[in-house]
């Protein structure tokens, strides 16, 4: 891309569904988006166009300024973390697991959205892996590895880690393409891995060298 896209492309990348990165648009407008290799026409019917890896990536930064910015269109401070829970009226995430997302709701309301996230991530990977697999995690998931390992997690019923409350926290590592899991007990971390790799991610117990505590290394596989 040689140049940010316009206004009216910014608006289309920025009301993509944020899980599966299906983009709404005039013709005109996706096709300018595919030029620019931030969108892919899918080949089979009905030939919706999605965000690629690039798209994504664009779509979560804050859009150029051009005026007052809203919650919608930028973030206000820091960056928040990978995965860590939108702000009210943001868009659906996955919970990593830690003390910043006190106050994240909990119940049906919150099932609700995890089952449908992970229904578009399924369709996702149908349509975006090139054999149409959904047993193996897509290109979104590997850009996306924080987020993307806590909603299988979170989606599989475990619950996360809180201010008060044990459960899986899923962490970045500096090992390319894998996150590392940790869990208040043995068992815990046993279903934590057995989960991922139903999920389609390859996922091995390890102990840090230097604390001594058991973790989940797991990254998506690709076959």
């Known amino acids: 891309m040689t140049r940010p896209p316009t206004a009216a492309q910014r608006r289309v990348i920025d ?3 944020p ?3 299906r983009l709404r648009g005039t013709e005109a ?3 300018a988006l595919v030029r620019r290799g931030l969108a892919f026409r899918h080949p089979r019917p009905p030939h919706d166009h999605f965000l690629t890896p690039p798209g994504h990536r664009l779509r979560e930064t804050a859009a150029p300024a051009a005026g007052p910015a809203t919650a ?3 973030p206000a401070g820091p960056a928040a973390p990978a995965g860590a829970p939108a702000a009210d009226g943001g868009v659906f995430a996955a919970r990593v697991g830690g003390a910043e997302e006190a106050g994240v709701p909990s119940g049906p309301a ?8 992970w229904q578009g991530l399924l369709e996702l990977r149908r349509m975006t892996n ?6 193996r995690p897509c290109g979104w998931e590997r850009a996306h590895l924080v987020r993307a390992a806590a909603l299988a997690l979170e989606a599989a019923g475990h619950r996360p880690a809180g201010p008060d409350a044990d459960g899986y926290r899923v962490r ?3 090992q390319p393409e894998a996150v590392a899991v940790y ?3 043995a068992g815990a971390l046993r279903a934590y891995a057995a989960t991922l790799e139903e999920a389609g991610w390859q996922a091995g117990e390890y102990t840090q060298p230097r604390t001594r505590e058991r973790y989940v290394l797991a990254s998506p596989r690709r076959v």
């Open 183 to 185: 869990a208040p007990d």
């Open 29 to 31: 407008q996706l096709e």
């Open 172 to 174: 970045a590592t500096p």
């Open 19 to 21: 899980v599966t990165g």
């Open 15 to 17: 009301a993509a569904d």
């Open 130 to 135: 090139p054999d149409g697999a959904a047993d």
């Open 110 to 117: 919150r099932a609700r959205e995890v089952h449908s996230a």
């Open 72 to 74: 919608a269109s930028a």
